[in-house]
């Protein structure tokens, strides 16, 4: 059974940070790409940041590149979303979810290619 647990959502003011954590139990951490989607009240679900499995490459979506950084520990199953200097605009619910495909080269931001999901953890950035 595959099992991803976000944790380090939040109430933060604009201009404030957060860090953003998300577990993976039941599969090979370390082979997998993982990514950051969120989905604000009433929108549909966006990409937010993906990082590759090997010799990680980062990827981001332009509303948050230069704010937000993605991580990964493998040693602790564990990938990370750094956000700093939040807008009101990043309020939204944040999914971690892992790839698929194991050890592949291409890294998407398409959500159908993501076959396991966190149940989510609320970000909300108040003025």
């Known amino acids: 059974q595959v099992q991803l647990v976000e944790s380090g959502g939040g109430l933060v003011q604009a201009g404030g940070s957060l860090r953003l954590s998300c577990v993976v139990s039941?599969?090979?951490?370390?082979?997998?790409?993982m990514a950051w989607f969120r989905q604000a009240p009433g929108k549909e679900r966006e990409f937010v940041s993906a990082i590759s499995w090997r010799a990680p490459n980062s990827y981001y979506a332009d509303s948050v590149k230069g704010r937000f950084t993605i991580s990964r520990d493998n040693a602790k199953n564990t990938v990370y979303l750094q956000m700093n200097s939040l807008k009101l605009e990043d309020t939204a619910v944040y999914s971690c979810?892992?790839?698929?495909?194991?050890?592949?080269?291409?890294?998407?931001?398409?959500?159908?290619?993501?076959?396991?999901w966190g149940q989510g953890t609320q970000v909300t950035v108040s003025s």
């Open positions: 039941g599969r090979a951490f370390s082979n997998y790409a």
């Open positions: 979810a892992i790839d698929g495909t194991p050890n592949t080269t291409i890294v998407t931001t398409d959500s159908r290619k993501y076959d396991y």
